[in-house]
């Protein structure tokens, strides 16, 4: 049996949303100094719909994967439903990743709940600014 699914070869092969958003309206990164990862997620909200999603990411395969596949999985949806994305489902959406790999959908999740924290705090400073 293959160790990754097609999927997860896919996206690593051809990462969607690389890159940035100069003027994003949320950032979030996250790191895991165990296996070297780190996780940049850039985000454009509009509406509280995310508008567009980009990423850097540092790290593995499977990293650049979650990464991936997790900005498909949110891109146009409302910020309560990004909210609520988990790691699970990060990885099911690829087919299933090794055990030992899961941590990197856990990145992916983090990145992005840090990222709509970011964005939820910049705009409660523009509401009461």
Do not use: W
């Amino acid at each position: 049996m293959a160790l990754y699914s097609e999927k997860v070869m896919d996206h690593f092969r051809n990462p969607r949303n690389v890159g940035v958003i100069e003027d994003a309206d949320g950032v979030g990164e996250v790191g895991n100094a165990k296996c070297g990862d780190i996780m940049k997620m850039y985000l454009k909200i509009d509406n509280d719909i995310i508008t567009d999603v980009k990423f850097e990411t540092f790290g593995c395969g499977s990293a650049i994967a979650s990464s991936s596949m997790a900005t498909e999985l949110i891109k146009g949806r409302p910020v309560d439903e990004a909210l609520q994305l988990t790691n699970k489902a990060v990885a099911e959406a690829l087919d299933g990743l090794p055990d030992y790999k899961m941590h990197c959908s856990v990145l992916a999740e983090e990145a992005i709940k840090n990222a709509l924290d970011d964005y939820h705090s910049k705009k409660d400073l523009k509401t009461e600014g």
